[in-house]
């Protein structure tokens, strides 16, 4: 019994419980055991400083800095590494096992499938040492707390800070947060971004693992689970946006054609014929959402709840998200449509949206053009998922992994104006093609009157990102300039709905929204 300390029950010093395990350290050194194992220590039963408890098992610091195991030797989790010395305080979980030596440095072993083994850089001014289930915890000399492995319920409670956060990604246990410098910042069960961490334009999450674009057009991966191993998209070329699933990934290329990453199950790699014009993609639980240049969406994979079947009429869609089992499409009014896993389009707050993303089955989370978020679905199974952070303003964008929702607050803008214009009678008239665009538009400018002209993009918020040109325009002329997706300092800008504006010193002035989709 876990319970019940053994007798005779006096001179305990130390006691450390996991699930049906107990153990405690008495004043004369020794070590008992009592639970789901009852294994005594190894004798000389005496000398013992430390102990920790773990799943069916315990560890003990002797005297001499070494550590002994007793129990359950689950997943490696008794196999001190050599040498087995210098050790002042272990921890133990289910599977794997810290110790922390007495140079400030700790050493992991056993199961590492959430890397619960392998403690945050700098290792190094450790003080102590605490094991979860599948996570670890270091407190260093200076205070703080380092958190390391599994983060599906926010054990770690760390995030990464960034300065000029444009876009994020989150899945079962892993968090990605790319960067206005094109870093990647990582946390939960993943390693960092592989080096040189620079020159990537956009991140995405699949099962165990990660994937990034670079600005040159090539996808890196890394992490991945259980024998899945993540390898690029071949060619690893002229790739322009991708998007990652459950078990597979998909790459837009630059020719508007899709490629897959992953396994052949559920007709996944099937890109229906012709495979070109795509402009968006995103990938769901095991199956695929393509959005073409002509609004329409293609869907291919498995369709054991009708999510193949998106609804008449299949036109005007600006935007795409992937759930498990329901697909979602953004029109351009802002109004979003559902179809597949019964999931219904709520009647209130589906309405000036500019990004949408799908949570599992039952979630679906939107951005409003103020910066707000709105979440609907199914409350019952996951309330906490429906909390959204206060205050609800200033976000830029959202995304949904399978246990949570990330989203960025901030910018990326260069400088801050008003708020965002409403068109008024104007003399001016715009023009924008292709869009949704990547990765660039051409937009034009045409006066009925005489003027000075200025045509700049804004975020949905306001705030100036570029100035496409300033001139004069004679009556009836018009001026063709180019946006590229970047701002003024040549900042990659994530995928969302950004305004092009047209105004002149006679407060005359026209808007035209329009889509980026990376």
Not at 261 to 286: K, L, R
Not at 350 to 356: C, G, K, P
Not at 362 to 373: A, E, F, P, Q, R
């Amino acid at each position: 019994d876990a319970h019940i300390p053994p007798e005779p029950n006096e001179n305990w010093v130390a006691i450390a419980a996991f699930e049906d395990q107990s153990v405690g350290l008495k004043a004369d050194g020794s070590v008992h055991l009592w639970g789901v194992s009852s294994n005594e220590a190894p004798e000389p039963n005496s000398g013992f400083v430390a102990i920790a408890a773990g799943y069916a098992q315990a560890l003990a610091v002797r005297d001499d800095g070494s550590v002994v195991h007793v129990g359950f030797n689950y997943h490696g989790s008794g196999d001190v590494p050599e040498p087995n010395t210098g050790f002042i305080a272990v921890a133990s979980g289910s599977g794997h096992s810290l110790g922390l030596k007495n140079d400030g440095t700790i050493v992991g072993w056993g199961w590492n499938h959430h890397l619960q083994t392998e403690p945050s850089l700098p290792n190094s001014g450790y003080v102590d040492v605490a094991a979860g289930y599948f996570h670890g915890l270091g407190i260093r000399a200076d205070g703080t707390v380092a958190a390391w492995g599994e983060n599906r319920w926010g054990q770690c409670g760390v995030r990464p800070s960034v300065a000029d956060p444009r876009e994020i990604s989150i899945s079962d246990n892993i968090g990605l947060v790319l960067d206005g410098n094109g870093s990647i910042s990582t946390w939960g069960s993943i390693p960092a971004a592989p080096e040189p961490n620079i020159g990537y334009t956009q991140v995405a999450t699949v099962w165990g693992g990660a994937l990034a674009l670079k600005d040159d057009a090539t996808v890196v991966t890394w992490g991945g689970w259980n024998g899945y191993v993540w390898d690029p998209f071949e060619p690893n070329t002229d790739i322009v946006a991708i998007s990652g699933g459950w078990r597979h990934a998909l790459g837009l290329r630059a020719d508007g054609s899709v490629d897959v990453m992953g396994p052949t199950a559920n007709n996944i790699q099937d890109v229906p014929e012709p495979n070109t014009g795509f402009i968006a993609i995103s990938a769901g639980y095991d199956f695929s959402l393509g959005l073409k240049s002509n609004g329409s969406i293609v869907a291919w994979g498995q369709n054991f709840h009708n999510e193949l079947d998106v609804p008449e009429p299949n036109t005007g869609f600006v935007g795409v998200a992937a759930g498990g089992g329901f697909g979602i499409g953004l029109r351009e009014d802002g109004t979003f449509i559902t179809w597949g896993d019964g999931f219904s389009t709520p009647t209130e707050g589906n309405h000036d949206l500019v990004a949408i993303d799908a949570l599992g089955g039952y979630t679906v989370v939107g951005l409003h053009t103020d910066g707000s978020i709105e979440i609907w679905g199914d409350e019952s199974g996951h309330p906490s998922f429906f909390t959204i952070p206060e205050p609800n303003i200033g976000f830029i964008d959202v995304n949904a992994g399978l246990i949570g929702i990330g989203a960025i607050r901030g910018t990326g803008v260069s400088t801050v104006d008003s708020a965002v214009p409403v068109p008024v009678s104007s003399i001016l008239e715009l023009a924008a093609s292709p869009n949704p665009f990547n990765p660039q538009i051409s937009v034009t400018v045409k006066s009925d009157a005489a003027t000075h002209v200025t045509l700049e993009v804004l975020d949905l918020r306001g705030r100036r990102i570029h100035v496409l040109w300033r001139g004069n325009l004679a009556e009836g002329a018009s001026h063709a300039a180019v946006w590229d997706g970047h701002d003024r300092l040549g900042r990659s800008m994530p995928s969302g709905t950004y305004l092009v504006q047209a105004r002149t010193p006679e407060a005359q002035w026209t808007v035209k929204k329009i889509s980026l989709i990376r």
